[in-house]
């Protein structure tokens, strides 16, 4: 029986503002947008910044030196943070679920910025639990964050659904034992919570 519901942040609640950003970035300094997105993202891991042991400060020289490009870390940022907007229909679906009794938390790949963000949207309060790859100083890359992000909710994986547009994550996500929906379009997400829910 499903207990509890895990929703991803960006490119499930919210559009992906990250990768998004990151390309608006590139295009902007004459880059590959799709190669300078992937050189970014490795670095927002290896830099230790997704998990809390690097400062956003650090991302932003280690970007600008990898890169060669000159903006600004404000500059930076809000091609990014503007470009994270919320899902008002998963909003509304994460809820439902919680008006009919299921755990609804977040279970993201974040950094500082998931709190600027809910500073600018207001979205945490609608979730019961949130577990941030930077607070917690570990990534969805492990995946024993799975089963500590169950063990905090006080269930067991077979009782937890995670829902990723990552192909890996969700991957990562079953091998631990969770039921997992890799999200392509809420017309999809839709259908397959409603065959989920009915299996209970």
């Not at 942040?9 to 992937?38: M, T």
């Not at 500082?112 to 963000?117: G, H, M, Q, S, V």
């Amino acid at each position: 029986m499903i207990k509890a519901v895990l929703f991803d942040f960006g490119g499930v609640i919210a559009q992906e503002g990250f990768r998004e950003g990151l390309k608006a970035i590139g295009r902007r300094y004459g880059l590959d947008p799709d190669l300078f997105f992937e050189t970014a993202r490795d670095l927002v891991y290896s830099t230790g910044y997704v998990e809390g042991k690097a400062s956003e400060k650090v991302y932003w020289e280690t970007l600008r030196k990898t890169a060669c490009i000159d903006a600004p870390d404000e500059e930076l940022r809000r091609d990014i943070l503007d470009r994270f907007t919320l899902n008002p229909e998963m909003i509304e679906t994460a809820k439902e679920l919680r008006r009919n009794g299921l755990i609804v938390g977040i279970l993201s790949d974040q950094t500082n910025w998931l709190e600027e963000l809910d500073c600018r949207y207001g979205f945490l309060r609608h979730f019961d639990v949130v577990f941030n790859s930077f607070r917690l100083q570990k990534s969805k890359k492990d995946p024993s964050l799975f089963r500590d992000a169950v063990k905090a909710m006080g269930v067991i994986c077979g009782e937890v659904l995670f829902i990723d547009d990552i192909a890996g994550n969700v991957e990562r996500a079953r091998s631990q034992g969770l039921k997992a929906i890799h999200y392509h379009d809420m017309e999809q997400l839709r259908r397959a919570l409603d065959e989920m829910l009915r299996q209970e």
